[in-house]
């Protein structure tokens, strides 16, 4: 919403991410747009998310050793297909409020968020895993309750990392621990053109 003041404009906190430059923002770009793609292959061969295990557990637990994540992973592909779903029907508020250009993150941006002032475990989430439950992400670790892919490439890159970003993913998942930070207002700078002042002719 436009301020009705024209000497003010709303700045986001968030403003740090206009800074990368147009490289760095081509290679997240290009990240994303690869990890998109393997998705793709993955889910419309059948077979190409096993036969590249290793690189599916990269992505999603930042682990080669596919093994130690095998039932999990085998979880993935019918989870592909329930948000491939999603997407189609129009509810994208789950993952897709991440910019495609936007740097990968492993934590909240601080300046655009804050702690829910009800809430009572800190900078945890205590026992709350709901955004993981809503969506019944097979990443989520049942018996510790804890994220297996905690940092890794899908972690940094999508939501789950720099969640929240925005209102509608905290009304989303009803999340009690985060609140967005008020739009701060900053005057513009104000510049006065120059008057030419013409000389008077001496007297006399």
């Known amino acids: 919403m436009s301020t009705p003041f024209p000497f003010l404009r ?20 290009s990240a994303r747009v690869g990890f998109i793609g ?13 036969l590249t295990a290793p690189l599916a557990t990269w992505y999603m637990f930042g682990d080669w050793r596919f ?3 095998w039932r999990p992973a085998l979880r993935l592909i019918p989870q592909g297909w329930r948000m491939l779903g999603r997407l189609v029907r129009g509810d ?10 936007a740097p990968p993150h492993s934590a ?22 709901r955004c993981c439950e809503l969506i019944a992400c ?17 972690w940094r890159y999508f939501n789950c990392g720099r969640f929240p970003s925005r209102q509608r993913e905290i009304d989303y998942y009803g ?30």
């Open 10 to 29: 709303t700045q986001a906190r968030g403003r740090a991410e206009a800074g990368p430059s147009p490289w760095m923002r081509l290679r997240w770009a």
């Open 108 to 129: 909240p941006v601080q300046e655009l968020v804050d702690l829910n002032p009800a809430w009572a475990h800190s900078g945890s989430c205590g026992p709350c895993s």
């Open 138 to 154: 097979p990443v989520l670790d049942p018996e510790s309750g804890y994220c297996s892919g905690y940092d890794s490439f899908f």
């Open 92 to 101: 994208s508020g789950f993952m897709l409020d991440v910019p495609i250009a």
């Open 175 to 204: 999340c009690p621990k985060w609140v967005m930070k008020e739009p701060v207002l900053v005057p513009l700078p104000v510049y006065h053109r120059p008057v030419a002042v013409e000389a008077s002719a001496p007297e006399g």
């Open 67 to 69: 093994w130690r994540h």
């Open 38 to 50: 393997y998705v793709g292959f993955a889910l419309f061969t059948g077979v190409g998310g096993i």
